[in-house]
């Protein structure tokens, strides 16, 4: 993944149609000169050059006079009139936009799409700004935050049928519900989950308090007692430097700190990897802490997460729901084999301050009061800590819902933008911001299309259910869908969390979008700083290419680009102080507008326009604005990496030349197509067919084949999971130098075959027809 965040931090703004724009203007011009020059004919009688020029070759030196006075008022006029409508054009081009660019920097052309009733992208800019509305907003977060509403309550039905409603009046060409049964944990009401420490006989000297609403969906059930081990944030790094100063979490249960960039899943998956027999996850107070006013997350609350290392039902992985009685389940690898349990800060500090053993690394260190940071396992009084889970799984009815408008070109085509609806607490972050910025844009982009906006491609925005599950809804969707997905989604975006601060923006995303990104954040307005567009705040901070970042597992786009090969993107505004009621009880409008100074509603109507300038390009451009080239330098960075060890390889029989051919292969098909597209009447319908086709399924093509969608979901070779992803040859790759004992040659040469393999097929498909390949290469057995 380290090659990808490299990749990522590069940001650019590539323009798709200066060369079409640049020959359609000389096209109009001589136009504008022809009809021109016939209109003064039809006005003007005596200017007959016909009559003139031959008075000129019978001599008549006053007919030479006249043609030229006759030919120069007619030059004058062509040339006023076209300065006339060519410099209207420009300034509907420019009207609303912040950036002050010019066609090529803004990335697309500003011609009116076919049916677009005359509108450019300048004022289709101003139309949307004008019509969305930050009140609409706060209300909407206000009204889905009342109350807890998970998937399957009653409380969580009602908000579907009230998102149902929403939709339905506003003016779209078609509205509708899909349901599903997903399988679902929740706590056992008949029998809680306990915490309790027990001596050496293994009577109980203690009972541990919990809230009985707080766990971890899809952990593992039962009991397990043991020592206790602290991980810091369970990170590999972490759990590698416990090994390197001999603590062991073998047998142990692991205390781990919310948070550290990876997930509860990745979290207790890697403690399962390193023996332990149960996880304990709390919030530190140095990760949550509490600002001047003492807003933030008191030491008796707990953090909750699902701990399903994937997405969507755990029993139907890579493939959607059906009824169970019909279809028996299939447990998904990544449903953990140990149990895990939130826990308060209070909690922890029980448990940790009477550790012994090793001392932390000065890192390590939390706030927690009066613990003396060690490592255990052994407690001071030699107990040990007996943990109990009690879950069911529950098959529960999800509805998605779904609301569409028809684009009027290519309107097999979609921009998707979804939601999580769902919470297992008021979420006012967790699923009010999503929601409430989703009906906001649906209301807005209709309003467009009734005011005389026609998008050339279709528009379909989602609200998904048993997002606080892992994605569950959408996923599920993906998997009934998948067939057909590669070839009519063009990108999603996940509107989830996308408010938690307004200092400043992440984009966790898929190369492929980010120079709309880059484009995109030159015309809205900083939230926080008027008069200033995200970009040139961003610049000052050190650099625009400081909001692009990688997509993460439990992000609502991964899925759809690591499972699905679809772009994606999830956009947030964040404040350098963390929003610390995220996934609580405490995740109410009341904290989340004090945290925010009481100014939700301007933030989310500048993620609205941002997500909406992202969309308008997408439904108006002729040719797709997606950056064709980004994976030849993903691959180019890991070629660097991987000629670093050429010398090693080599020796032993292995070769990297295959790959950097491929590499070769893929760079050379996407700058070729990119100067195909350059260089091409993009406003032919069936040009920009052929090129839009080919466009959309360059996300796919990284897809490995080689690989089970049920055993391996996320097939990405970029931003998936598994031994066949770039992210694992590296780290196999690495042990060469750090642990050359471990290498397995075998296993990196079937690595390095199927990764390389993927890539030539990418290669290969953009392309084109197979005439079009290039068949230097030998194959030898």
């Given at each position: ?144 935050s009342r109350a807890n509403h998970p998937p399957g309550s ?313 997002g606080d599950f892992g994605s569950v809804g959408a996923t ?306």
């Amino acid at each position: 993944m380290g090659t990808l965040t490299a990749h990522l931090t590069q940001s650019s703004s590539v323009s798709f149609h200066h060369s079409s724009d640049e020959e359609e203007n000389g096209a109009q011009m001589e136009e504008l000169t022809f009809a021109t020059l016939e209109n003064e004919e039809e006005a003007e009688p005596f200017c007959d050059i016909k009559g003139l020029v031959l008075r000129n070759l019978y001599g008549n030196r006053r007919g030479c006079v006249l043609l030229g006075f006759c030919g120069s008022v007619t030059f004058t006029a062509a040339f006023l009139l076209a300065f006339v409508v060519f410099s209207g054009r420009y300034h509907c081009s420019q009207v609303g936009g912040l950036g002050e660019q010019s066609e090529h920097e803004g990335g697309g052309a500003n011609k009116p799409s076919d049916g677009a009733s005359g509108l450019y992208l300048g004022e289709l800019r101003e139309m949307m700004r004008r019509l969305l509305q930050y009140e609409d907003i706060y209300n909407t977060v206000s009204r889905i935050s009342r109350a807890n509403h998970p998937p399957g309550s009653s409380e969580g039905t009602a908000l579907a049928s009230e998102v149902l409603g929403r939709f339905r009046k506003l003016p779209m060409d078609h509205t509708w519900t899909e349901s599903l049964y997903a399988t679902l944990q929740f706590p056992d009401r008949t029998q809680r989950s306990s915490l309790q420490l027990v001596d050496s006989a293994g009577l109980i000297s203690e009972q541990i308090a919990l809230n009985p609403f707080d766990y971890c969906p899809y952990s593992a059930t039962g009991n397990y007692t043991g020592g206790v081990v602290y991980a810091n944030y369970g990170r590999p790094e972490d759990f590698n430097w416990l090994k390197s100063v001999g603590v062991s979490a073998a047998g142990c249960v692991v205390v781990m700190r919310v948070g550290g960039g990876i997930s509860f899943a990745e979290k207790v998956w890697l403690a399962e990897r390193n023996g332990a027999g149960g996880v304990l996850i709390y919030p530190d107070p140095a990760d949550l802490p509490q600002d001047p006013r003492r807003l933030g997350l008191n030491s008796h609350t707990a953090v909750s997460e699902h701990v399903h290392l994937g997405s969507g039902d755990p029993f139907t992985p890579g493939f959607p729901s059906f009824n169970h009685s019909k279809f028996p389940p299939i447990p998904s690898s990544g449903l953990p084999l140990i149990p895990a349990l939130p826990i308060t800060a209070t909690v922890a500090a029980k448990l940790l301050s009477q550790l012994s053993g090793p001392p932390c690394p000065p890192s390590w260190r939390g706030r927690l009061p009066y613990v003396r940071c060690v490592l255990g396992p052994e407690f001071s009084s030699e107990r040990r800590v007996q943990m109990s889970v009690h879950n069911v799984m529950n098959p529960v009815l999800l509805n998605n819902i779904f609301s569409s408008l028809e684009g009027h070109v290519e309107p097999d085509q979609y921009i998707i933008l979804g939601a999580q609806r769902d919470s297992l607490g008021p979420g006012a972050v967790k699923s009010g911001v999503g929601t409430a910025i989703l009906l906001e844009l649906a209301r807005t982009f209709s309003a467009m299309v009734k005011k005389g906006f026609s998008p050339r491609r279709s528009l379909l925005f989602v609200s998904w259910d048993a997002g606080d599950f892992g994605s569950v809804g959408a996923t599920e969707w993906l998997e009934g869908y998948l067939s057909m997905l590669h070839l009519k989604a063009v990108a999603y975006f996940s509107l989830d969390q996308g408010i938690m601060g307004d200092d400043n923006l992440a984009a966790y995303t898929s190369p492929l979008l980010v120079d709309l990104l880059d484009s995109a954040i030159k015309q809205v307005e900083h939230p926080k700083h008027a008069g200033q567009t995200i970009y040139s705040q961003a610049e000052r901070d050190g650099g625009s290419w400081r909001i692009m970042k990688p997509l993460y597992l439990n992000s609502g786009a991964y899925s759809f680009t690591a499972f699905a090969g679809v772009p994606a993107m999830e956009l947030r505004f964040t404040k350098e102080r963390a929003y610390p009621f995220l996934n609580t009880p405490l995740d109410s409008v009341p904290h989340f507008q004090e945290f925010l100074g009481g100014r939700l509603g301007v933030i989310g109507q500048r993620l609205g326009e941002l997500v909406g300038e992202m969309v308008l390009r997408l439904v108006h451009d002729h040719i797709l604005p997606l950056r064709i080239t980004s994976y030849a330098q993903s691959v180019l960075q890991f070629s660097a990496h991987l000629n670093k060890h050429s010398a090693e390889l080599q020796s032993r029989g292995v070769s990297p030349q295959w790959l950097f051919s491929a590499r070769g292969d893929y760079s050379r098909a996407a700058e070729t197509l990119q100067r195909a597209i350059d260089y091409s009447d993009v406003h032919n319908p069936t040009t920009a067919r052929l090129y839009n086709t080919r466009i959309m399924k360059v996300e796919y093509y990284f897809l490995s084949q080689y690989v089970s969608a049920m055993e391996t979901p996320f097939r990405h070779v970029i931003h998936g999971r598994g031994n066949h992803t770039l992210r694992a040859l590296t780290e196999h790759l690495a042990l060469l130098t750090s642990d050359p004992g471990r290498f397995d040659e075998s296993r990196f040469r079937r690595q390095l075959a199927l990764f390389t393999w993927t890539l030539q097929g990418a290669a290969n498909a953009l392309n084109g027809d197979v005439w079009s390949i290039h068949h230097t290469r030998t194959y030898t057995h």
